[in-house]
């Protein structure tokens, strides 16, 4: 079945440091693909998305591209704050029929130290 | 715009106890969902619904029911409250096949002890 990996945190960075999260997925057919940001204690919060090869999102500075060829979408930004620490979910939906059903990464948490 | 909303937000269950997490959705999604998120794990899928009257399971359904009675509404039932589902509780909506993207409620975190 389709499924989403992504590293294994926490990560520790510095303010103003690069960031990557990586993330691959495993799907039959061509999945939309996404990064949720989850707040300490909210709920999750859509980050930005792609909905086929090659597309790049981005939004708050940060961005993902969906490469097909090594099935991955992982997350960048050039200068983390410290307001970016969260923990960061990546999710692919697409193989699930007519249920829109997403398939969630188990989360990265994100410490920015000042 | 409220969005997707939840009650309560924290709440405290003994063991046996029974009680309904509430969850409602203003932006005529059809599609609605339940997770479970453990301390430290990602998200597990208990029920979903994609239309009133219509629901199934998801990964983790048992000790849980849900109902569908309207497209605004999507309550999740725990009867007979164990400590194992001691969790935060997750709400999530989406608009129509193929628009993949959830919208998601604030979160009910729940203790049985």
């Known amino acids: 079945g389709n499924s989403v990996t992504q590293m294994e945190g926490p990560v520790t960075l510095s303010e103003e440091a690069f960031l990557t999260i990586n993330c691959t997925y495993t799907?039959?057919?061509?999945?939309?693909l996404f990064w949720y940001v989850q707040y300490p204690g909210e709920g999750l919060q859509l980050l930005l998305k792609a909905t086929k090869a090659d597309d790049k999102g981005s939004n708050k500075g940060f961005e993902a591209t969906y490469r097909k060829e090594t099935t991955s979408f992982h997350l960048e930004k050039g200068s983390v704050q410290v307001s970016d620490s969260a923990v960061y979910f990546c999710?692919?939906?697409?193989?699930?029929?007519?249920?829109?059903?997403?398939?969630f990464g188990t989360g990265t948490l994100l410490a920015v130290q000042p | 715009n409220a969005g997707v909303t939840q009650t309560p937000k924290f709440r405290i269950l003994k063991i046996g106890q029974s009680m309904t997490l509430q969850c409602t959705q203003d932006?005529?999604?059809?599609?609605m969902y339940w997770y479970r998120q453990d301390p430290g794990m990602g998200l597990k899928l208990i029920y979903y619904s994609v239309g009133a009257g219509i629901t199934d399971k998801g990964e983790v359904p048992n000790g849980y029911n849900v109902s569908r009675s309207t497209t605004e509404d999507f309550p999740l039932r725990l009867e007979l409250a164990a400590p194992s589902q001691t969790s935060v509780y997750f709400c999530?909506?989406?608009?129509?096949?193929?628009?993949?993207?959830?919208?998601f409620g604030p979160g009910t975190r729940l203790t049985v002890t």
């Open positions: 999530a909506s989406a608009h129509r096949v193929g628009a993949y993207e959830q919208y």
């Open positions: 932006m005529n999604h059809n599609y």
């Open positions: 999710a692919s939906g697409g193989g699930g029929g007519a249920t829109n059903k997403l398939i």
């Open positions: 799907a039959t057919g061509y999945p939309s």
